[in-house]
């Protein structure tokens, strides 16, 4: 009960100075910068929106936030964070929409929380009740200081990625991964009933993706022929008959290629050409 009664002190305290500093017309930065950043993930995208405290030279985890108490994740407004797709978040299924993030710091572990609950000012009123869901990760020992408490996105793929809270000497890393196969083969299949058909963005996915190399081809040389002079579409053709293992055929599409971008002055796809006519000789 003393604690609740401190911290709402200390909050209303914050406020009149606030609204009275205001009210001078006078304006100066916030202790903590306010942050907002978006990825792009999947088909969709990751708001994320905190406010970033120093160490000053204070002791963080153990002392300015003690471990095993809920830690607003920031300082200020709670943390958010926006899905515009489904997810999942360190194996568990979470829907499209907008959480608070939270986390209770722990030496040798922490607990991750999305809150369902919005617009909260610190943890001031955080309910467990309200937890959509709570996931166990290790804290890693950085050798470089933070000074600035960071949250970013990291090894960033089209189904993968990593979210990452560093400060002072820990980082924190949650996955995530998102399913888009499903959706890109279905919308594959539906474009190609229509009369301006994606053969070039397919024949590429179908590549990168393990599908079928025939079709993919296939694709690949309906784009050629409503194309005739795209040096990248020579060069898609011939990775593609690489990996086939028609190096012959590949080397034939390079070289062609090479041609086009030169006589379009297009330098990147005579290098990218290049190299690939370089892979198909060998």
Not at 95 to 117: D, H, Q, R
Not at 215 to 223: G, P, R
Request: aromatic share 10%; net charge positive.
């Amino acid at each position: 009960m003393k604690r609740i009664l401190k911290s709402t002190l200390l909050l209303l305290v914050a406020l009149s100075l606030n609204a009275e500093v205001e009210a001078q017309g006078v304006k100066i930065p916030q202790a903590s910068s306010g942050q907002s950043l978006t990825q792009d993930f999947g088909l969709g995208k990751i708001t994320l929106t905190y406010s970033r405290p120093n160490t000053k030279g204070r002791k963080i985890f153990g002392g300015l936030e003690m471990y095993d108490q809920v830690w607003r994740t920031g300082a200020n407004s709670a943390t958010t964070i926006k899905f515009t797709d489904d997810v999942t978040f360190e194996g568990k299924a979470v829907p499209a929409g907008e959480y608070e993030l939270f986390t209770i710091p722990g030496k040798n572990e922490w607990t991750v929380i999305l809150s369902k609950m919005t617009k909260q000012w610190g943890a001031y009123e955080y309910k467990e009740d309200q937890d959509f869901l709570r996931v166990k990760v290790k804290p890693v020992a950085l050798q470089n200081k933070v000074e600035t408490f960071t949250i970013q996105f990291a090894n960033v793929y089209p189904t993968k990625a990593q979210l990452l809270l560093q400060w002072e000497n820990t980082s924190v890393s949650v996955n995530l991964t998102t399913d888009v196969d499903t959706k890109v083969m279905a919308s594959i299949d539906e474009a190609m009933k229509g009369e301006k058909k994606p053969y070039f963005s397919a024949a590429q996915y179908y590549y990168e993706n393990g599908k079928d190399l025939k079709k993919a081809l296939e694709w690949m040389n309906a784009a050629e022929a409503a194309d005739a002079k795209g040096p990248w579409i020579r060069l898609w053709k011939g990775r593609i008959q690489l990996k086939m293992g028609d190096k012959k055929g590949a080397a034939a599409s390079a070289e062609a290629g090479i041609k086009l971008a030169k006589e379009a002055k297009i330098d990147e796809y005579v290098r990218l050409n290049s190299a690939l006519l370089a892979e198909a000789q060998k």
